[in-house]
């Protein structure tokens, strides 16, 4: 297969990330604190609009694609959606996919409307299933793949000439590292705003702390894992055409730098309407 080679011609390039773990990738973690990790994290970004940098330019990425549709990859608890939906639609009909490899409960339970919907299948985002058609985004995610499986993500978009936005706030400058700090505590005051009100979420935030404990642990290992500029720049070698542009390059203007890697295809894809028939999905509220 065409994508087999794209991959295949990069095995041997060197990257300056490290190879390290993180605690809620892990299959023997539990899906319950998986769950309650991706929603804290959600909820800080949200909090403190840590990705509401790069909206214009991924607003202008979408138009330019000729996209009515998102499909965000590793979508883990809803990710940056509800505070940068607005910003990113624009007033305009927008429909954004929710997807992950573990596909989050507490998402999919959420039912308050109709602009933001999670699919409630695994989606493995270096090979995504060819009904969800979309301009493709992944929130500070992207670090957890190695080189192979991050190549292949951008060589499967590439293929399909649907347009990818990559942003990561994790990275290795000085004040992101520091500013880690903070996350235990942001941890512990979102699980007790947090509404409806769940004694789960409270009891592993502030009683046991394990979901502070591991977001600042992977955070930092998120950070030590993520990939420079001129690694973003390496792994779309090769996957040039004229139809399609890549943009690499770091927004400032939030709490964090934001990293950013953008594949847009020159010629408009076909629009389609929202998939029909998605697996129980549900739809969560921007």
Do not use: K
Request: glycine share 8%; charged share 20%; net charge neutral.
């Amino acid at each position: 297969m065409a994508s087999e080679g794209l991959v295949r011609h990069y095995r041997e390039i060197n990257m300056h990330r490290q190879r390290w773990f993180e605690i809620h990738d892990q299959p023997w973690f539990p899906a319950f604190l998986r769950d309650l990790v991706t929603e804290s994290l959600e909820a800080i970004w949200n909090a403190n609009r840590t990705y509401s940098p790069i909206a214009a330019r991924l607003r202008e990425a979408v138009r330019r694609s000729g996209a009515e549709r998102i499909v965000d990859l590793c979508s883990g608890g809803g990710g940056p959606w509800a505070g940068l939906y607005d910003d990113v639609a624009d007033g305009v009909g927008l429909a954004v996919w929710l997807t992950d490899f573990y596909p989050n409960a507490l998402v999919l339970r959420r039912n308050a409307g109709a602009r933001i919907s999670a699919w409630a299948e695994s989606v493995d985002a270096r090979h995504v299933p060819a009904e969800l058609r979309g301009f493709r985004t992944i929130f500070s995610s992207f670090h957890h793949f190695d080189p192979d499986a991050a190549r292949a993500m951008l060589a499967d978009a590439f293929e399909r000439r649907e347009g990818i936005a990559v942003f990561e706030g994790a990275t290795r400058h000085a004040w992101t590292m520091l500013a880690l700090t903070a996350v235990p505590f942001l941890a512990i005051r979102a699980a007790l705003v947090a509404r409806p009100f769940r004694w789960d979420r409270v009891f592993w935030s502030c009683v046991i702390p394990v979901v502070p404990a591991v977001l600042w642990f992977d955070g930092v290992l998120s950070c030590l894992r993520s990939y420079s500029i001129d690694d973003m720049r390496e792994l779309t070698r090769g996957l040039a055409a004229p139809d399609y542009e890549w943009q690499v390059g770091e927004e400032h203007g939030g709490p964090v730098a934001i990293r950013y890697l953008i594949g847009t295809p020159a010629v408009a894809a076909p629009r389609l309407a929202a998939p029909t028939g998605a697996p129980s999905a549900s739809n969560v509220g921007a």
